[in-house]
């Protein structure tokens, strides 16, 4: 008879963003529930899956040196580079044995057992692939795993369809779902009782949240009400679905971590317009105007994408004045990178890398100044 294979440490290494974190929870959890050790120690691993982003292209690479260089006995890949390449991935990294699609992580527990079943046999080696799934299951947010026993992310929409032109997640995420309000605070609930105080709402674009009646406004009013949770925040926030409305209600909620991030990409009206992002520089500061007039105390932080396709000195400098009218907390820069599907990838990527390079700098270094002197008027 043949032997059954043993191999029951996992390691998963997540890369991307907190949805990513939030998934590879999810993972962990699903695996626990049938009988697979999760370890934090690579090298101790018999079952390595890599958790990946597809969002800029150096979030690749990362994955695609590391399975190079990873010793473990069976590997997995799930997440956005999934989707992106599907069963490609085997003749990229012909180690690999398996790839699984962001909507499908509940598989993966079922597909581990089989590659185990066949992996000491040459003969009978499998590679497994399994994409194609419309939406995940709500279960597979209860089985109680959670990494941080103080704060968690709660996810309340999958995927996006804003179609931002540089943007390649709604390509890999799928459309727009959002979960039902009753299970989202069925799950913050279960949260609570395991000791957790503090809950971050998670989506590509929360605002847009929407199920049956409940939208995104009523579900932050069900959070705060919420008896023993002490905080909650959320991010990504579109300004385009962000409002006055919002902010208002916001001031009300007493549980409220009084932070917004905002990701405005570009000052430029007419870059905003190529990116597809469905608002006016003027539209921005003027919801940042009110966010700081109605929520007290608020911190304020965004994404910057910098070079992107045709992006002029003066498109740049509107960006940079943007940044120092608005004086973030933070910001996030990114430099454009072309990204397979989208619209931009119609455009010729024609700044210079060493153009891209001098403008990210450029706005890192005077976000630095701004929060240098944030910071300094707060401790006096
Ligand atoms: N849904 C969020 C939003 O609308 O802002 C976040 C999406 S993405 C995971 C996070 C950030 O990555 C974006 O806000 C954007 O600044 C950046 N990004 C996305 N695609 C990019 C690309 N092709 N090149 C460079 N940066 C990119
Ligand atoms: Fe991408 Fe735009 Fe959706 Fe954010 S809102 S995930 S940037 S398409």
Redesign the pocket.
């Known amino acids: 008879m043949k032997k059954e294979v043993t191999t029951k440490k996992v390691f998963i290494r997540t890369l991307?963003?907190q949805m990513n974190v939030r998934d590879s929870e999810v993972i962990g959890g699903l695996l626990s529930k049938s009988g697979y050790k999760i370890t934090d120690i690579e090298e101790k691993a018999d079952i390595i899956i890599f958790n990946t982003?597809s969002?800029?292209q150096h979030a690749e690479d990362k994955v695609w040196s590391a399975i190079g260089r990873t010793k473990a006995k069976i590997i997995g890949i799930m997440g956005c580079m999934a989707n992106n390449y599907r069963e490609a991935i085997f003749e990229k990294a012909p180690k690999v044995d398996f790839v699984v699609g962001t909507r499908d992580i509940a598989k993966i527990p079922a597909i581990l057992k089989e590659i185990e079943k066949h992996k000491d046999s040459p003969l009978l080696e499998k590679k497994i692939y399994e994409t194609d799934a419309d939406f995940r299951e709500d279960e597979i947010y209860h089985t109680g795993f959670r990494l941080d026993k103080e704060h968690a992310f709660v996810v309340i929409t999958e995927g996006?369809e804003?179609y931002?032109a540089?943007?390649?997640?709604p390509y890999v995420r799928g459309a727009l779902r959002s979960r039902s309000s009753q299970d989202i605070l069925e799950e913050i609930k279960e949260d609570i009782d395991a000791g957790i105080t503090r809950i971050t709402l998670l989506g590509?674009?929360v605002n847009a949240y929407k199920y049956q009646d409940t939208d995104f406004i009523e579900l932050a009013q069900e959070v705060n009400g919420l008896k023993g949770l002490k905080e909650f925040g959320f991010i990504?926030s579109?300004p385009k679905d962000t409002t006055v409305d919002l902010f208002k209600a916001l001031a009300e909620c007493r549980k409220f971590n009084n932070y917004l991030h905002l990701?405005v990409?570009s000052g430029s009206d007419r870059v905003l317009k190529l990116m597809n992002r469905g608002y006016t520089r003027e539209f921005y500061l003027n919801l940042v105007d009110n966010y700081r007039k109605m929520i007290k105390d608020g911190t304020l932080s965004t994404?910057?994408?910098v070079g992107f396709p045709s992006e002029t000195e003066v498109d740049f400098q509107d960006t940079f004045n943007l940044i120092k009218e608005v004086e973030f907390d933070k910001a996030?820069v990114?430099?454009?990178?072309?990204?397979p599907n989208?619209k931009?990838a119609e455009f010729a990527d024609n700044i210079e890398r060493q153009e891209k390079e001098r403008r990210h700098k450029l706005i890192l270094d005077l976000q630095k100044s701004i929060s240098r002197t944030k910071n300094a008027k707060k401790n006096n």
């Open positions: 991307g963003c982003c969002v800029r996006c804003n931002c540089y943007c390649v997640v590509q674009n990504t579109h990701p990409q994404d910057i994408i996030y990114f430099k454009y990178s072309v990204r989208t931009a």
